[in-house]
């Protein structure tokens, strides 16, 4: 049943966050204040402070953001949806080309222990100078993008290694309301240059509260679940483990994938303790003509952050109707099917149980 009744409003200002949380880790304090002085700036497409949230009622409390327009102020995406790996083209946008005053700070190995902000961090994750970039189309406070080795010019494919640095980012924040987010091609990422996204939002998430049912540990510990009891299908990857651990198998069930032209997303939860891994196929079915028209009227994509459960909605009317109902019918739509998830994790578990260090590219620690 439609309705406008919500559980709770929302709002995305974050004013005085110091003195209100004195425990916010220097990552995180530095990451505001940066972020804070760049919308003071007027570097945004729009205010998200000031747009509308709700908390939806029901069994999963969606939440539904309203920005109206903000897929016609977005950089326009510059390659085909229809394959998962493809080779970067320096001739399209990159993030190279952004405006230095986006770049919210550069890092890399130093032997200033005041600059380090991944304390124990392998050498391969602090070699490169990799960015953290402001998203000028933001969809929660302190939205931002995360560019591993920014002057390698590398495609958006996650290998152990840029994995392991995203999770880093997670972990130093030291906050469950920060999560990292990965989209690949195919799965709604818009531009073919490796990156991550991340903001914060003081709300658990729909698919962090989900019901999960444990398919297997693997022999380093990590354990592997599957999502139930929620209109996207997907794995759960936690356990007591390093994050050179959890990456690894992770980035393994990435690999297969990429390899396999499957679409996916990734979000990373939990300061780094749980890595959720959402297969879907909206893309495909666009393509195919197969896609709803009452969906594709509300030009929903929906990326890592929609099939978590924080959905951008781009009309009043659509924002004002939002329900449960009709969000879990839009990402059963987005997910596969549950035969088709069912041969998908047979086919991901066969491939973790018997891959190999080898068998993933990343570079020794």
């Known amino acids: 049943m439609g309705s406008k009744a919500v559980d709770s409003t929302y709002s995305f200002a ?40 709700k908390v939806l009622p029901g069994e999963h409390n969606f939440v539904a953001t309203l920005i109206e327009g903000r897929d016609q102020k977005k950089r326009p995406t510059e390659f085909g949806m229809n394959q998962v790996l493809q080779p970067f083209d320096s001739g399209k946008f990159n993030f190279t080309k952004v405006r230095p005053e986006e770049v919210i700070f ?76 990965y989209n690949s091609l195919g799965g709604f990422a818009t531009i073919n240059h490796i990156h991550f996204q991340a903001y914060y939002l003081e709300v658990k998430y729909p698919v962090e509260k989900a019901p999960k049912e444990k398919l297997t540990v693997l022999k380093n510990g990590v354990s592997i679940s599957e999502l139930v009891q929620y209109p996207v299908s997907g794995f759960v990857f936690e356990g007591e483990v390093s994050l050179e651990d959890l990456s690894y198998v992770v980035s393994n069930a990435c690999t297969f994938m990429q390899d396999n032209n499957r679409p996916f997303n990734v979000l990373i939860s939990e300061s780094a303790k749980r890595v959720f891994l959402l297969p879907q196929c909206y893309a495909e079915k666009q393509a195919l003509g197969k896609a709803s028209q009452e969906f594709l009227d509300m030009r929903i994509n929906p990326a890592v952050w929609e099939l978590s459960g924080h959905l951008v909605l781009k009309r009043r009317k659509d924002y004002d109707d939002a329900s449960e109902a009709t969000l879990c019918r839009f990402l059963v739509e987005a997910t596969l099917s549950g035969a088709e998830f069912q041969e998908l994790k047979s086919c991901v578990l066969e491939f973790l149980a018997s891959a190999s260090p080898q068998r993933v590219d990343i570079k020794p620690f």
């Open 14 to 53: 974050v004013e005085d966050r110091e003195e209100h949380d004195p425990n916010l880790s220097p990552f995180l304090r530095k990451l505001f204040k940066q972020w804070d002085n760049c919308k003071a700036r007027g570097l945004f497409h729009h205010d998200i402070t000031a747009c509308e949230t």
């Open 106 to 181: 550069t890092f890399h190995e130093t032997e200033d222990e005041s600059d380090r902000y991944f304390d124990g961090a392998p050498p391969t994750v602090l070699a490169s100078p990799s960015s953290i970039l402001i998203n000028v189309s933001p969809i929660g406070y302190c939205h931002v993008l995360l560019i591993p080795r920014i002057l390698e010019c590398l495609p958006q494919r996650v290998d152990q290694e840029n994995l392991l640095l995203a999770m880093y980012v997670a972990r130093e924040a030291r906050n469950p309301f920060f999560r990292v987010g």
